[in-house]
């Protein structure tokens, strides 16, 4: 049977998955979110691989815990910065930090993020899920870009979802204020955002040794959404966690995207776990990325800082 474009990530979850064996030792892997469901088994199966890793995480507690946990368990060097992402001048100190601390930067992984069923504004005034999924990881990611070309050859995964297919990005509209917030759609809104400015960002790093790609991290238990009110979680827990899968499979295609030798050129694409697919045709419109582009370096204070 030939699936449909827009269908295309049934099949697509429920193929082998490709994974890899090649070890990472002494890379330097950064990860944002680490401290639950996917980043957390993302950064045991990097731990387990011999990498380095920078945690960082809004959590200071819980990311000691995960420190305490892969430093015992596989006598790797953990470094936590405590990082709120819905600050974006906390994600500006821990960049700087990075800069500062380590010469090179092997993997970056953009994972942190968040689902909101309400309109909730940061303290910018900005809807909360664009700011941390979205903005906070452009900014991020452009602030440790020159380490990262330094470095080359080095890899940038954003964790991105099938939750782009919601669509709901209204670029004259970012923060929800003409429109009635719906959760899955202010999801959508930031990870079509996200998926667009990978796409930008793959084609200046055309031929310069850094590869960016995004991810679905499969439909996995986490606690994504718990964040929300009682009735959410009763919702999430009760009826979607029995069909979704356990994240151990999410750290493990995350692994594949940060060492497999057969990804090291491989840029500008989205995968389904490990599964190259094409994503919603909303998110391929390069003229509105372009726009996404720059809207997202003036709201990160970027274009202040090229001139
Ligand atoms: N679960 C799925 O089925 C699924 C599907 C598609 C995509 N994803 C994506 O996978 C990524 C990880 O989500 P998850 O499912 O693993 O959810 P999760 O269990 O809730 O983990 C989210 C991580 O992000 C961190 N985080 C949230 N807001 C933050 C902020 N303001 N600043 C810094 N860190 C923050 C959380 O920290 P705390 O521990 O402190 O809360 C946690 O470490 C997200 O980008 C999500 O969109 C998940």
Redesign the pocket.
Known sequence: MKWPDELIFIPNSRMPQKTTTVRMDGRVCIL?????????HAVKRLAEGGARLVL????AE?AAHVKDELEGEYRTSVRILK?????LAEVRKAAGTILEEYPRIDVLI??????MSRRILTEDGME?AFY??HL?SFLFTRLLLTRLLESAPARIIQ?????HRFGGLDLDDLNWDRRRYRGLQG?GAS?VAQLLTVWELADRLKGMGVTVNAM????????????NGFLYQWYQRLLIWPI?KA?RI?GEAIYYLAAAPEMAEVSGRFFNLTIDEKPAPHALDRAIGKQVWKISETLTGLAEMNG
């Open positions: 944002t979110g680490a401290t639950s469901g996917v980043g957390y960082v995480c809004r959590n819980k990082t709120d992402f819905s600050r953009n994972n942190a993020g968040i689902h909360t941390v999924n906070a964790i991105n979802s099938q939750g999801y990870k679905h991290p499969g439909g996995v238990r986490t606690n994504i959404g718990m964040n979704l994240p999410s």
